[in-house]
């Protein structure tokens, strides 16, 4: 190997500096994604704990079309995040990014696939289910410490208006969750059956 090789190999490693943070924070996509990952795993955990009911059913629902809706959306913004940060040298923040694509990846299949034989098979496959739900449980112990410990870094930094980038961004993901959340009590509440009165003659 050339020391010119070596010398593009070590600069490749450290482009930190040139990316833009401020646009990686603002994009939205970045946005989308983040509220995505947050209503799916929030969704998904409601279904899984608690009891079924009428509620529940449209929160499969929803949980649903969204997953079929977003899937291609989030996907590629995984690659594209990637493909900007695939260079930077292994740190233990990568490291959960890495563990927490998997598990993203291999949620939102066996989602797919579930809705799949939901809607044309005769019963969905419990091994399917459990990844489902396990790659959820990686999703909270990987994706969400990736996210947090570098807003709370770039959040303490305050270099270069970064601060103002990640306060964007939470303040994007609670307004899209809250529209989601807002969507289903709406459906909840349109689907209440008519309350019949007994008039007395
Ligand atoms: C980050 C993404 C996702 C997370 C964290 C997530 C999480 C979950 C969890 C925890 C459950 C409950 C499982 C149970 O009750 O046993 C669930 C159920 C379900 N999810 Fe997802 N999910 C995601 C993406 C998707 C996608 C992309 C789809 C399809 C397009 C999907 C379709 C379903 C369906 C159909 C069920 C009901 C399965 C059943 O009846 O048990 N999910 N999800
Ligand atoms: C589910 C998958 C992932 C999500 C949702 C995610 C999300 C994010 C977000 C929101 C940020 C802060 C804004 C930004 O700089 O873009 C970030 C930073 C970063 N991500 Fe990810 N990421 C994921 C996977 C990965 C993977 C697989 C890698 C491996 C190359 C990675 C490497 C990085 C790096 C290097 C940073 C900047 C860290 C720093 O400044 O020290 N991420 N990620």
Request: charged fraction near 10%; aromatic fraction near 10%.
């Amino acid at each position: 190997m050339s020391a010119l090789d070596i010398s593009n190999q070590s600069n490749n490693r450290n482009l930190s500096w040139k990316v833009d943070r401020n646009r990686q924070w603002t994009l939205q996509l970045a946005t989308a994604t983040s509220a995505y990952l947050l209503f799916m795993t929030l969704s998904g955990l409601s279904l899984w704990l608690l009891p079924f009911s009428v509620p529940s059913q449209i929160l499969v629902f929803v949980h649903t079309v969204v997953g079929v809706v977003l899937f291609l959306p989030v996907s590629w913004y995984n690659l594209r995040h990637w493909l900007v940060y695939r260079r930077h040298q292994m740190a233990h923040i990568i490291l959960l990014g890495y563990v927490g694509v998997v598990a993203v990846v291999v949620c939102n299949v066996s989602g797919l696939v579930l809705t799949e034989q939901a809607l044309f098979g005769r019963a969905i496959s419990y091994s399917l289910d459990t990844i489902h739900t396990a790659t959820t449980s990686a999703i909270v112990g990987f994706v969400l410490p990736h996210i947090v410990l570098i807003a709370v870094r770039d959040g303490k930094a305050q270099v270069l208006g970064i601060l103002e980038a990640v306060k964007w961004h939470g303040r994007r993901v609670a307004m899209y969750l809250l529209a989601l959340l807002a969507s289903c009590v709406l459906i909840v509440y349109a689907s209440q059956p008519p309350r019949l009165s007994v008039i007395r003659i």
